[in-house]
């Protein structure tokens, strides 16, 4: 999901906490680590998911990026 530029909600980044958990509609991924946070069987941690093909996803909680002034 980073790498195609969207910036996904998280906390640990190892399949931990699942802030990252979000909903696979289509598609195929496959984990390289072990999810330790509870997924139902349509969710996904992106946080340790790489896309095996084109994925629609939902339920996104994306990264909100706070600006400060100066």
């Not at 946080?47 to 994925?55: F, L």
């Amino acid at each position: 999901m980073e790498m195609s530029g969207l910036k996904p909600e998280y906390n640990c980044r190892d399949g931990h906490c699942g802030a990252c958990r979000c909903k696979l509609e289509s598609g195929e991924v496959e984990y390289i680590g072990f999810a330790m946070a509870y997924v139902k069987e349509d969710e996904i941690l992106p946080c340790i998911c790489r896309a095996k093909s084109d994925v629609d996803l939902a339920q996104v909680n994306l990264h909100n990026q706070v600006k400060h002034a100066s």
